[in-house]
């Protein structure tokens, strides 16, 4: 794995599957266009309690085992010279918050970007079928709160914004004019979650079109 993971610390076994989920979700999320240039940024959490997470940069449908890095649960780089994404903070956030979560997806559609950008501090989602990919959806007929947040530069002072929104979040959150931020307890089901938020948004985009 290119020098970036200590064996004596990390199980092997662990981490190079996360590392090619990881591989793998870049992949999914490119062919759908959710990462243009060096968008996005994806994460799961190892059994150890440290992250695998995609390194700050690099194009995250072309990773190679060396755009992912290990960091602590508090988002410190394990190896000396890895530099974390900013939104680092971010992953680590949720994983402390949601002791279930096993997997974070963050990338920046355009539904997300340009929805987010028309106002409000919220996206309400309602009638749709797909809703029901969310945690605790058992039918179209229930609404799903998506709560919007002001884009920041300032990571930390950021997710001071999220963590009193965080308790009962199902569908994950987006912030404005940036992109989405979902998470599972597995790789398979984030990918789900954010695939069928995704699909939501770009309909939400289409009717506003028509109307
Ligand atoms: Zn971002």
């Not at 605790?136 to 919007?148: C, F, L, S």
């Not at 307890?185 to 979650?193: K, S």
């Amino acid at each position: 794995m290119g020098g970036v993971m200590d064996k004596a610390v990390f199980p092997a076994g662990a981490y190079c599957r996360a590392v090619e989920q990881i591989i793998a979700a870049g992949r999914r999320m490119d062919r759908f266009g959710w990462v243009p240039a060096t968008a996005g940024n994806i994460s799961i959490r190892l059994p150890d309690g440290n992250l695998a997470i995609t390194r700050s940069g690099g194009h995250k449908g072309l990773l190679g085992a060396d755009g992912v890095i290990c960091v602590d649960a508090a988002g410190r780089p394990r190896a000396a010279g890895d530099r974390p994404s900013a939104e680092t903070l971010l992953h680590c956030q949720i994983y402390a918050h949601d002791p279930q979560a096993g997997a974070v997806l963050h990338g920046h559609s355009v539904a997300s970007t340009v929805l987010s950008r028309l106002g409000g501090d919220a996206l309400v989602l309602d009638g749709y079928e797909v809703q029901k990919v969310f945690a605790g959806q058992t039918t179209h007929a229930a609404r799903v709160r998506v709560p919007i947040f002001d884009n920041d530069q300032d990571i930390a002072r950021l997710s001071g914004v999220v963590a009193p929104h965080l308790d009962g979040m199902r569908a994950g959150y987006i912030i404005r004019g940036h992109g989405v931020y979902v998470w599972g307890a597995d790789m398979d089901t984030a990918l789900a979650r954010l695939e069928g938020l995704e699909f939501l948004l770009a309909c939400e985009l289409e009717e506003r079109k028509l109307r």
